[in-house]
C-alpha cells in the first residue's frame, strides 16, 4: 500500500474543503422559506469566515516563513480574501438584519459564490500537490501540517464541535 503522502492529503483536503462550501453555499438558492435561507446562508458565510481564517493566520503564513518563493501568489490570494471576506459580511448583516428577504439571501450568496469560484481555482493550481513539493520541503511541511491540526482543532473546539 502507498504510503499516504502529505502534500496529496492537504491538496485533496483543500479541493475537499472548496466543494463543501460552495455546496453550503449553492444551498441558499435551494431555499424557500425565510428561515431555512436565513440558517444557511449564516452558516455558509461562517464557513467561509472560518477556512479564510486558518488560510489567513495559519497556511499562508507557515507558506511564507517555511516555503520558497510563494510570495507573490499568496499575496494575490490575500487580496482575494479581502473581497470575499466583505462579501461574507455582507451576507452575515443582511441575514442577521430586521427584515432579511430570501431574494437578497439568494443575490448576495450567489455573488460570494462567484468570488470564490475564481480565488478557490487559483488556490488549488497554485497549492497543487505537486506545486507544495517544490514550495516547503517534507521536514517544513510536516511542521506546518501539525499547526493546521492545532488551528482546525481549536476552532472546532470553539464552535462547540
Ligand atoms: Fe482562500
Ligand atoms: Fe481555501
Do not use: C, W
Amino acid at each position: 500500500m502507498k504510503t499516504p503522502d502529505l502534500y496529496d492529503a492537504q491538496a485533496e483536503g483543500l479541493t475537499q474543503v472548496h466543494r463543501m462550501i460552495t455546496a453550503a453555499l449553492d444551498e441558499v438558492a435551494a431555499q424557500s422559506r425565510l428561515a431555512a435561507a436565513v440558517t444557511q446562508a449564516t452558516g455558509a458565510a461562517r464557513f467561509v469566515l472560518a477556512h479564510h481564517h486558518v488560510e489567513d493566520t495559519v497556511l499562508f503564513p507557515g507558506l511564507r516563513e517555511l516555503g520558497n518563493g510563494a510570495t507573490a501568489f499568496l499575496d494575490a490570494r490575500d487580496r482575494e480574501h479581502r473581497v470575499i471576506h466583505s462579501l461574507a459580511e455582507r451576507l452575515l448583516e443582511h441575514a442577521a438584519a430586521p427584515g432579511p428577504r430570501v431574494t437578497e439571501l439568494v443575490s448576495l450568496s450567489g455573488e460570494l459564490r462567484r468570488s470564490l469560484a475564481a480565488h478557490v481555482a487559483e488556490e488549488e493550481a497554485g497549492l497543487s500537490a505537486e506545486n507544495l513539493r517544490q514550495l516547503i520541503t517534507v521536514p517544513n511541511f510536516t511542521q506546518l501540517v501539525a499547526r493546521l491540526e492545532a488551528a482546525r482543532a481549536g476552532a472546532a473546539k470553539i464552535a462547540g464541535r
